[in-house]
């Protein structure tokens, strides 16, 4: 049986006039909307109406501020559209000083420390990967290393051999090979790490090994020589006969009296041996004790040699000697 024209007209505006009772209009149609928010999808039927924005708030799906929303929330809703929701992940960087707190959307900690400018030192460390997948709630940690050094330079004493040699008499030496003091680098390494000392090193080179110095000392017995006529007689009563020090210099400087040195003259410590005294020296012959001398104290003699070659040749020499006061 057909149905009046009538009739049917009153069935449709029954049925538009109960949508617009429940606040339902042509643009609430059924649709079908797909929400991704942060990786976990669902799908969502139901008469729908408004934009992203409303639809979200309708459904009782919250996200912050600063998360994103695509599309827009201003765009309109509509069948099949596909919401997603990109809430930030909550970073801290903690770097032993300072705590900060960072919003992101980058992936691993490689690129929000680019993003965030934090850079690192080759000694620096973190607690993860550069290359690691940021995870929302991480507590990302920074080690700053610091490493600071010091160098000094000491000297080392070289050490003094003395050998024996036959070819020098009794009481001469020789200065063979003349010593070098080395050198030795200490290098102190402090390492801090976030501001805080956590070690020390200690290393030491030796940068110039010390040279030892060589002396050599005579072993040769002294020819037993009579004394020339012009000497002192060791007999005789006033001869003073004592083992001395006997040094060398040359001549060109004066006398403690003020006259000119010269060989044949000696500098004695006048509380031993009296200006004026004759002194006979075997192997040498005899001088006169005419200047004095601030380094010839006690049982030594400084003779005056012509040249500073024939001093350096004579060099210390222990002997007895015969003085006539």
Known sequence: ????????????????????????????????????????????????FGNVKDFLANKQIMYSHDAKVIPKPAVPVSDGMKIVIRQPKQITVDDGQHQTVY??????VGELFQRQGIQLSSLDKTNVQLDSKLVNGENIRIE???????????QLPFQTVHQKTGNLYKGQTRVVT???????????????????????TVDKTVTKQPVNEVIEVGTKARPIRHLASRGVNPLAANVVTMRVEVTAYSAGGHTATGAPAKPGEAAVDPSIIPLGSRITIPGYGTVVARDTG???VGHHIDICLATQAQARRWGIRYMTVYVKK
């Open 178 to 200: 003349h010593g070098v003091k080395g050198t030795q680098e200490i290098k102190t390494t402090v390492t801090y790490v976030n501001g805080r000392k956590t070690g020390q």
């Open 103 to 108: 919003h992101t959307f980058v992936d691993t």
């Open 294 to 296: 601030g380094g010839i």
């Open 144 to 154: 700053r290393i610091q490493k600071k050094v010091d160098v000094q330079h000491k």
């Open 1 to 48: 049986m057909r149905t009046p024209k009538s009739k049917a007209l009153y069935v449709f505006a029954a049925v538009f006039g109960l949508l617009g009772a429940t606040g339902v209009t042509a643009d609430a149609a059924y649709k079908t909307v797909t929400v991704q928010d942060n990786g976990h999808q669902r799908v969502l039927h139901g008469f729908t």
